[in-house]
């Protein structure tokens, strides 16, 4: 498949399959992501896009009939093998989901958490402060930090769940369709956030929304249900968006982002 | 004017729309009603134990308690000495030496001796108790009846649950009876009980709702838990009786820790009757916590996780402190069902007669609502008097346990 990548993956899939119970969800999936990159994961409903964030994160285990095959390498291992902490690799792989679900506690307690358990010996105040400024949301709590993170606007909230993945300094933040539950407005201030920490941090976002996918990605994974029936989500083209949105390799593919189905 | 009309195969009129209004109103009518009767059971039950803990006694006193006033100072007000000085001046030689013996006068406070005169000297005795309604609706025959039958006793109003009915131990007459002991009893037993099931119970649905895989195993655990909350009280007392009273005596009784005196080394304690009512809540609380637990959005489990912590990390700093006030009111809730338990208690041995306060988990004891049932099955009537009354004292204990269960769950709820 098109890719431009010198082989420096900053996380990669390799023949990924994913189970529920007897349902095969995804499909020996070949993903490679370019580090500092933002990739957009698209692909019609049920396609098993967040099925693949999920496993990319080893967060799976949440879901008791769960299981995996084949492979997700990232920092030189496969985190299936048995001798790799999913707690380990769930610190340096963030994740931001769909709605936003800021912890019942403080804003700067939602911050904190994350770091404190995983050992962070520095000025706390300091690291909440420059995390939400990271996070663009330092002008507008730093005089309520001590309010309920659920007390924010929905925007205002996802960019808290943002500010609590980056506060524990991960590699890669996985994003799935953090902007639907979210007006235009607030989803242009997360799409800005997303180029600022691109500088930063690999990130890959799940989106229903092909212009956000043109607008922030770099490069562009087009998943959907395969063709022969079982309803197994596959790897249909990978590419640079550029590529992708203006000439894709496959008819299925165009017809997707030009909105024919999907 | 209708707006109805006939569009595809939507058949809507007038006639049609009014019908699905009526049964509607039928519905809500049969609602209604069933709360009502629910409201009508739980007067009828209410003015039934408050119409026998009010209302006119015929008393007779051996002494008027007048007459022992000392200086116009009533008997109430009198110190120690005085009361003693009474006390042995109106009761025999021999059972005033009885009283000394039991416990010397020197060491009896006040209270006690009054106590003592009360019961020995001035012995009232309640001819006949007519209830709140008779009271109320029938005074002037009820003093006919005094004049033609009981001369010369009293036509007293009586509150029977009063201050000194809840501060008095127990007593064979029940002009003077009080619950003390089995208020003090309740409580202990109670205590232990949460101090046993509380822990465990949450520990256990802890681990049921997030650690559990759901296999063969843990589904029977499961069913067997469900099916324990149903199972007859009263099985659970024969088998607090064979395992705490039994198996266990040489603990329960405290002789295994040197702790036991002679009267209560058979395992008949405070420890086995907590420990029978704690076995008996498990399953509830168990149940409660779980759904408390399950009440707690998958969404934070994630963000949790999903931030690198572990799974106990995530249970204690998210899921508990988000189930707590579910987890708290649905215990309180178990442990109130608890408070109201007899029959295991009577069947791992309540006292039936006990003067002596429980002072450890070692004691022997009775409870509010076994006291309730030996007082209910004795004919004579001024007992089921303070059978009502302890009733209402069991009532005001469950109020208040339920309102700390409301002010914890609004403690805690406010916080998330
Ligand atoms: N917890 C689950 N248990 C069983 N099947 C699931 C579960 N979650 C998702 N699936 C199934 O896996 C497939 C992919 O789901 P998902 O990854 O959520 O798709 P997407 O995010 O692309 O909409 C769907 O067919 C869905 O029904
Ligand atoms: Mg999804």
Redesign the interface.
Known sequence: MANSSNGNYAIKADKLSVYYGEFRAVREVDLGIEPRRITAIIGPSGCGKSTVLRALKSLCELIPSVHTEGKVVFGGRNIYELDVDPVEVRRRIGMVFQKPNPFPKSIYENVAWGARINGFKGDMDELVESTLKSAALWDEVHDKLDQSGTSLSGGQQQRLCIARAIAVKPDIILMDEPCSALDPIATLRIEELMHDLAKDYTIIIVTHNMQQAARVSDFTAFFSLSEDGKRAGTLMEYGETKHMFTRPEKKITEDYITGRFG | MSILRKRGDFVESEQQLARRHARGRVVLSVFQLATLIGVIVLVVLLLTIIKNSFGYSAVQNEVDPESLAVNGIPLESLTKSQLATILQANVSAGLFARFEHDQPIAERDAANIYDLIQEHVIAPEVEESWNLYDSLTKKDQILVLMNEQYPDAELQFLSWVNWDFVRSQQSSHPEIAGVRTAILGSLWTISIAIFFSLPVGVAAAVYLQEYA??NFLNRIIQTNINNLAGVPSIIYGILGLAIFVRAFGAFTSGVAFGAADSSTANGRTILSAGLTLGVLVLPLIIINAQEAIKAV??????????????RW?TVW??VLP?SIAGILTGSILAVSRAIGETAPLVVIGASTFIQVDPDGPFSKFTTLPAQIYQWTVRPQGAFHNIAAAASLVLLVLLLALNATAIVLRNKYSR??
Do not use: F, K, T
């Open positions: 895989r759901d959005p998958n969404s934070l489990r994630e963000a949790g996780l999903g931030l690198g912590a572990s990390e700093a998210h988000n916080r998330l």
